[in-house]
């Protein structure tokens, strides 16, 4: 299953590794050592990369980014760490995030601890309704953390609107920034947010590195840090800092700005080529205004979609796609009025061919898995 199930991991870009070869082989210096020229060229590194993500999201400072080992650090770190310094005014969260994602895991962990979660839904188009935010706030609300989109979908998340109703109660507003990082334009002063979290694989960076934006201004944000030691990170995140993979997030971003536009031109046209050679069999679940760039979500009637993606791979011919291909969570099928489906996000890497082939092997796929089920049915 390694052709069309490519995962949810984005191969790093050529661009760059070549960032972050020379901080493995060359300027190896600890950032927190500052005594001497390999140190001060590792700070410096960061300190570019830092401002290439602040700028990349709009944020008010450097200061404001702060490095994790991964996103889903980063997001855990604000959940729990928002939870833990404001427990003395409430200890209520309300949560959209997906089942089994960093942040659901984090307020599990909390609800252990006493907090009571309030957990809310997306409707049939992906989508949280800001309405239910609202209703489902209370005087002891300390947070609300939500993704930025319904990855599955490509349903971009009303964070404007539930920032609004945040900042009407006074409660701090924390965005997953997910897989759909490098598809959605994040401006966190316009769109108020306190915390976003990102993972920089999302945006074709290096693995195990993540950051967190705190807001540091009207209102400060304030958090208790999940890694005690040497104080690195303004005292958020201690640890001697992945200056390579630091260094590889900032170029990932100043790529992802610079390109976002063309980019985002280009994975429209290979969805619209995927849904319209599929269109006589599938029903698309989200239409192409209400999603992501690249992202299509798919149903097949009378079908087994996580059959379906098995037996895809049995019969594509070896040639690898750009492209994620997976069965949708129970809980999204069910909020689309379905009983199963697919979700399908091409790559940075994906080119046309890869939406022809891709389409002619989903159709291939439910003639025989559908051919099957006739002959069962008769005998």
């Known amino acids: 299953m390694n052709a069309f199930l490519s995962g949810p991991f984005n191969r790093l870009d050529r661009r760059v590794f070549e960032a972050m070869l020379p901080y493995f082989t060359e300027r190896f210096g600890n950032a927190a050592s500052l005594n001497h020229v390999f140190g001060w060229a590792a700070q410096d590194a960061c300190d570019r990369a830092r401002e290439q993500v602040a700028v ?3 944020a008010h400072a450097t200061r404001e980014i702060v490095f994790t080992g991964s ?4 997001a855990l770190l604000a959940v729990k760490g928002v939870a833990d310094a404001y ?10 995030a997906p089942s089994e994602s960093p942040a659901d895991m984090a307020c599990r962990h909390l609800e252990n601890d006493g ?4 957990r809310l839904g997306l409707d049939g188009c992906g989508r949280l309704d800001p309405d239910r935010v609202r209703a489902a706030l209370q005087d002891k609300t300390v947070l609300i953390t939500l993704p930025l989109a319904c990855d599955e979908l490509g349903v971009e998340q009303p964070i404007a609107e539930i920032s609004s109703i945040a900042r009407a109660t006074g409660t701090l507003l924390h965005v997953d920034g997910g897989a759909l990082l490098d598809r959605i334009s994040v401006d966190v002063r316009q769109q108020a947010i306190d915390l976003l979290s990102m993972d920089a694989t999302a945006l074709c960076g290096p693995s195990g590195t993540g950051a967190l934006y705190i807001r540091g201004r009207a209102p400060r944000v304030t958090l208790s840090s999940l890694i005690d030691g040497g104080g690195q990170e303004r005292g958020f995140r201690s640890g001697t800092l992945n200056v390579p993979g630091i260094v590889g997030m900032g170029a990932a971003f100043a790529i992802v700005l610079a390109e976002r536009e063309t980019e985002m031109d280009r994975l429209r046209r290979l969805t619209a080529i995927l849904t319209n050679g599929v269109a006589a069999d599938a029903v698309t679940l989200v239409t192409e205004k209400d999603r992501c760039p690249g992202v299509a979500a798919l149903a097949f009637s009378g079908m087994d979609h996580r059959l379906l993606v098995e037996r895809m791979t049995q019969m594509e011919n070896g040639e690898p796609v750009s492209a994620h291909v997976a069965p949708l969570s129970q809980q999204t099928s069910q909020a689309c009025g379905q009983t199963s489906g697919i979700t399908v996000v091409f790559s940075r890497y994906a080119v046309e061919t890869d939406a022809v082939r891709l389409s002619d092997v989903l159709r291939a796929t439910t003639q025989t898995l559908r051919a099957g089920t006739a002959v069962a049915t008769r005998n």
Do not use: M, P
């Open 71 to 74: 996103g889903a650090e980063a």
């Open 56 to 58: 990349s999201i709009g």
């Open 115 to 118: 907090y009571r979660i309030s």
């Open 87 to 96: 427990a003395s005014r409430g200890r209520h969260i309300v949560s959209a």
